[in-house]
């Protein structure tokens, strides 16, 4: 038996006492704690759509085991991965997206309701034995909507000239210390092409105007304009616009 199996049969016994006896107060004792590298949970609401999601990231060192909780130690997400991948590879980085229902099927505030504000709790075990720790706020400050003023919707746009976008500042989140970090902007074309082309944008606050090289654009395409406000406790709204080219 290699190490890393070795490390993981004989440590998974740990994991039935955590659950009886908390998992803080027993990792305390169980050695190295490592921090992840990157912990988030957040919220990211579509406005166009009407609907919103949950969204989760880590990135550490290599571990097989993953678990997230809230303050009490109620779990919400367990991952724990087998044959090579948990046994001798690992995995560092994780992103997903929780199904997003729509407001007529569950409104904006039942679904806030599922995930309270919180802190919540990331745990990994590494294939080496040790402990990693996340520990992330959770908060309900959703950031207003973008109104984009140019284009308009379903606009036609000659592609022998640059592309002008142009929005409206969203106001900061009326909640403490809650703020506009940036404005993240997506130009794609329609993911049924062929070759499905994306530009991708960070904008500071106060910048609401980009300029999208014509190089960039086809004729006769169809196109989507998305952009995302983000606050400072990672929560996200974004709009979607859609428009298309010509010559």
Request: with cysteine.
């Amino acid at each position: 038996m290699n190490k890393n199996r070795f490390v993981k049969y004989f440590t998974l016994p740990i994991f039935a006492v955590l659950a009886l006896f908390g998992w803080r107060v027993a990792m305390a004792d169980s050695g190295e704690i490592i921090e992840f590298d990157e912990a988030q949970l957040f919220f990211e609401q579509n406005a166009t759509d009407g609907d919103l999601g949950l969204h989760l990231k880590v990135d550490g060192e290599g571990w097989y085991y993953l678990l997230l909780t809230d303050s009490d130690d109620n779990p919400l997400l367990e991952v724990e991965l087998d044959g090579n991948l948990g046994n001798v590879i690992g995995l560092t980085e994780l992103f997903s997206e929780s199904a997003e229902p729509s407001f007529d099927d569950l409104p904006k505030e039942d679904f806030l309701d599922l995930f309270p504000e919180d802190v919540y709790y990331y745990y990994a075990c590494t294939l080496e034995g040790d402990w990693m720790f996340g520990e992330v706020e959770l908060t309900h400050n959703l950031p207003g909507e973008v109104e984009l003023l140019s284009p308009e919707e379903d606009a036609e746009v000659k592609v022998n000239q640059d592309l002008k976008l142009e929005w409206e500042e969203v106001p900061d989140p009326d909640a403490p210390d809650s703020v506009i970090e940036f404005y993240e902007v997506v130009v794609e074309k329609d993911e049924d092409e062929e070759l499905h082309r994306v530009l991708s944008v960070t904008m500071l606050p106060g910048q609401t105007k980009l300029r999208v090289p014509k190089e960039f654009l086809e004729a006769g395409k169809e196109y989507k304009i998305e952009i995302i406000a983000q606050e400072s406790s990672g929560n996200r709204t974004a709009i979607e616009v859609p428009f298309e080219t010509r010559d």
